[in-house]
């Protein structure tokens, strides 16, 4: 993992100091609202319904376990002994009081951590593929590459003040896991046919009120390039990109109006006077010296295959299942990356206690290195489990309520606050995944149904992902009814798709059953088992869901 | 029978409002109450009945944001029933009586 060197650690320990002193200011009435609000977003800081909202940035989804123990602390401490994982790697708590947040602050710098650039219309928390680093699929961990984004970005003086926010994700395999083409900038780390390091590079991807898929401006852009050509793309959006109406200011809209090929023209036009300086150059020592941080734990050898791990899974189908849909293949052998499930039949997406945290930071010391990762499904991985040790290491997380073997499943759903907690929200959104998760909750359903991603918002701002569901959920407000919006054939990966509204909304109490509709149309139609509920999606159409839901035209 | 959630976007006002707003130190839901305090407990806030009321509740308002006591006070619609006050609007209920699920102990236990 990377380590705060003396800059850093002065730099986040100054900006606390910063924080606390404006936040005294405010008690006092030195500042007003008005005059405190930026302050406080430009440090994570939210207002919404209930209380304040601290949101920590957890950079490319990395934590080792001093760092969660630490955010059980604060989550036990200072909240109500619980955090919110959410859809950009990062964790939300909901209760804090504004004149402990300092002192919240304080414990986070202790740890390496902070808040900064977690809101406003500055470069956001850079997310990656949480795999990065141990994937077998992989090609290079985009983690390095992430932390020199991170450190490029942090308070950058010419984009602290962008038109709107922005969102960087990176990859580094050809399966995506973490979005990219939904992101303002999405970049696929790559070799090229000499075996050198690059990036295919996308650009003008969101959700929101306006979804769009990214365009790919270039194929293969040179590894130290990267900092030259994403400072081209951020000038291009800096001069250009819309002030005058906020829903019209993210870069997914100037590359909509520009056109593709235009815009892809511009950033061209612009790389190439970047260059001409030659200081966005990275140099090849520096890239190594930041890579050295996440160089690979030295993992003891292991046998392939694992007689422990055999034996376990012969014993007990619940264990088999939870290997079968958690565990993925590691690049080294006899060691696999496990995913632990925040979503519990019934429970809150992406939520865990403080004694929940505490017990991934023990088990992830034990057996994965002190190494966890926060996935953009609100889920955490350990990335180094030795195939030995997944059956122990199952029975720790029995003990802590973590050992639901439904990742990738109908029951591992993204979900937002939505109006149980979110100030922009129109519809409850928890309640609505709580149902769907207690209808599908049967392990032999669930089985059955196979890969099926629901996705909810409780708003058009999509931080539910909604769109980017196989079967997506829009909560809207229709004359004070929660309305439920049902779109299909959504996907987040590397064949990224819109999904399409399927009709009219449904009410709370009836959207449950509509999502059972479509899903036990799914199974009635499907070619078998084999093909998922996307795959049929997209061979059949709307028309047999569309009916099933409303009746025959 | 408690009151049906009032429709967003309402041109008319219910009979009896309160002033709400969140408390400056630790961001908490308060209400304003009759004697011009402020109360988490809306069972506890000033009923306002009538145009002169309601100004007199917001202004009473703004006066406690000036004073550095709560930020964003605004008028809600309430229903006056046998059991208390009730907010009309779904997002002012769960502001008055918070988040309609809470986390399951039992899924932390592992149940």
């Known amino acids: 993992m990377y380590r705060y060197d003396e800059f850093d650690h002065g730099f986040v320990k100054a900006r606390t100091a910063q924080f606390r002193d404006q936040v005294e200011r405010r008690l006092s009435g030195e500042l007003t609202e008005e005059q405190f609000k930026p302050l406080r977003l430009m440090n994570g800081v939210y207002l919404q319904l209930h209380a304040y909202m601290l949101r920590v940035s957890v950079p490319y989804g990395t934590l080792s376990s001093p760092q969660m123990r630490m955010l059980a602390h604060i989550a036990r401490t200072y909240d109500r002994g619980y955090g919110h994982f959410t859809t950009r790697q990062n964790i939300q ?83 995506d896991r973490a979005a990219i083409q939904f992101h303002d900038i999405g970049l696929q780390l790559k070799r090229d046919a000499t075996g050198a390091l690059g990036f295919t590079v996308y650009v003008g991807g969101g959700q929101g009120r306006t979804p769009m898929i990214a365009h790919k401006v270039r194929d293969f852009l040179p590894e130290q390039d990267l900092l030259a050509y994403v400072e081209a793309i951020m000038r291009v959006y800096n001069l250009n990109g819309r002030r005058d109406n906020k829903y019209k200011a993210r870069i997914k809209i100037l590359v909509h109006e520009t056109g593709a090929e235009e815009i892809t023209r511009q950033i061209e036009a612009e790389f190439q006077e970047v260059l001409k300086t030659d200081i966005l150059r990275l140099p090849d020592e520096e890239i190594r010296r930041i890579a050295a941080y996440f160089a690979p734990p030295a993992l003891p050898e292991r046998p392939a295959r694992s007689s422990a791990l055999e034996a376990a899974r012969a014993d007990s189908r619940d264990f088999a299942d939870f290997v079968d849909r958690n565990v993925t293949p590691h690049k080294t052998a006899g060691y696999g990356l496990v995913t632990i499930s925040l979503k519990p039949v019934g429970g809150i997406p992406g939520d865990a206690t403080d004694a929940q945290m505490e017990a991934v930071a023990d088990l992830a010391e034990r057996y994965s290195q002190s190494e966890i990762r926060v996935s953009h499904e609100q889920n955490l991985v350990l990335p180094h489990v030795a195939l030995d040790d997944l059956p122990a290491l199952y029975a720790g997380l029995r003990e802590a309520g973590l050992a639901d073997g439904n990742a990738g499943l109908v029951t591992d759903i993204i979900c937002c606050p939505g109006l149980d907690y979110c100030a922009l929200a129109n519809a409850r959104s928890i309640p609505v995944a709580q149902d769907l998760s207690r209808r599908f909750g049967a392990p032999e359903r669930q089985k059955e149904i196979g890969e099926l991603k629901i996705k909810i918002s409780g708003c058009i701002n999509a931080c539910g992902h909604h769109h980017a569901g196989h079967i997506g959920l829009l ?79 | 029978m408690s009151a049906p959630i009032q429709k967003s976007g309402a041109k008319t006002r219910a009979e009896t ?57 605004y008028a809600i619609d309430v229903a006056r029933e046998p059991a208390g006050l009730r907010p009309l609007r779904l997002r002012e209920q769960i502001r008055a009586f918070g988040p309609t699920i809470l986390p399951d102990p039992s899924a932390a236990a592992g149940a």
């Not at chain 1, 219309?121 to 090609?139: K, L």
């Open chain 1, 93 to 175: 708590f909901n209760w804090p009081a504004l004149k402990d947040i300092p002192a919240i602050l304080d414990d986070l710098a202790s740890v390496e951590m902070h808040a900064l650039q977690s809101s406003g219309n500055c470069i956001r928390n850079v997310t990656a593929d949480h795999f990065a680093g141990a994937a077998a699929d992989e090609v290079a961990d985009p983690r390095p590459y992430a932390e020199i984004l991170r450190q490029w970005s942090s308070v950058h003086p010419e984009f602290s003040y962008l038109p709107r926010k922005f969102k960087l994700a990176l990859i580094g395999a050809d399966e």
């Open chain 2, 17 to 73: 409002q309160v002033v709400t707003a969140n408390r400056l130190d630790d961001g908490v839901v308060v209400y304003l109450d009759p004697k011009g305090g402020w109360t988490p407990r809306l069972d506890h806030a000033a009923p306002l009945s009538g145009p002169a009321a309601l100004a007199a509740g917001l202004d009473a308002g703004k006066r406690a944001e000036a004073q550095q006591i709560v930020v964003e006070s």
């Open chain 1, 475 to 553: 909560g809207v407000d229709r004359k004070g009814e929660e309305v439920y919006q049902i779109t299909l054939g959504g996907s987040g990966d590397e064949n990224a798709a819109v999904g399409a509204l399927i009709g009219p909304g449904f009410s709370i109490a009836d959207v449950g059953g509509a999502v059972e509709t479509v899903v036990d149309t799914y199974l009635k139609l499907r070619e078998g088992p084999q093909e998922s509920f996307l795959a049929a999606v997209r061979r059949v159409g709307q028309k047999p869901f569309k009916e099933a839901l409303y009746g025959a035209a």
